[in-house]
């Protein structure tokens, strides 16, 4: 099993619609659960990151965390032609590690928004 | 944030030749840097640790003489690739540490 696994679409919504993007992970232990964008032949951006369960907002931007199910989100409000590229799921590579750390990807979403 | 670059952005070559890829922080220094891999709609694979004045770390499965990682200052690692083969085209990532880890924009080899 695959310590974090994601859907890989590719996803192609309207503008303005509601995206949902989602990971499962495997190690219950790990408690740091990051979103990066990356465009096309571009490195990857950190877009949030999250701490144990719950939400967190940041403008269009939700992620959301559920230990329970080791299950995580991020949604993405309002969405527009800007929003296309690839989104990246990632735990640290050690239980307790952090953000700055080893990471542990995703296989990443491409989401498409088209006008 | 804090930028990273990578030089080159894209090279080609001829099988066994040798190819260096640089990745420099350019706005803060570094004392940690990663190296990932990223096959076509793959996500990206942590290579190896690039710690500065000491030897790399490498993941399971990373050849370590093939992919020679050099850490010569605290702005600027180095990735070679020994002896390059077709299955090693691929986009090679690095990410430096500062607070959080900002990863560079990516080098496309295409081995011939």
């Known amino acids: 099993q695959k310590e974090v696994e994601q859907d890989p679409g590719p996803l192609s919504v309207p503008e303005g619609a509601i995206v949902s993007l989602n990971c499962t992970y495997s190690?219950?232990?790990?408690?740091?659960f990051m979103w990066y964008r990356q465009y096309s032949r571009k490195g990857p951006e950190l877009l949030m990151y999250t701490y144990s369960s719950g939400n967190k907002e940041d403008g269009r931007f939700t992620a959301q965390v559920d230990k329970s199910s080791k299950y995580i989100s991020l949604f993405i409000r309002d969405s527009q032609p800007s929003d296309s590229a690839t989104y990246l799921c990632a735990t640290p590579s050690n239980a307790g590690g952090t953000s700055y750390g080893k990471l542990t990807f995703g296989q990443g979403t491409i989401l498409t928004v088209h006008p | 944030g804090a930028v990273v670059s990578q030089h080159p952005s894209w090279v080609i070559c001829k099988s066994g030749t040798s190819v260096k890829i640089e990745c420099r922080s350019l706005?803060?220094?570094?004392?940690?840097m990663f190296w990932y891999r990223q096959f076509p709609k793959q996500s990206l694979m942590l290579m190896a640790t690039?710690?500065?004045?000491?030897?790399?770390?490498?993941e399971q499965g990373v050849e370590k003489d093939k992919f020679l990682i050099n850490h010569a200052s605290l702005t600027l690692s180095t990735l070679t690739v020994t002896s390059a083969h077709p299955e090693d085209s691929s986009f090679y990532i690095c990410?430096?540490?500062?607070?959080?880890?900002?990863f560079g924009p990516g080098t496309r080899l295409t081995v011939l």
């Open positions: 190690n219950s232990a790990f408690q740091y």
């Open positions: 706005d803060f220094q570094a004392t940690t």
């Open positions: 990410s430096a540490i500062i607070n959080e880890q900002f």
């Open positions: 690039s710690n500065e004045g000491s030897k790399a770390t490498y």
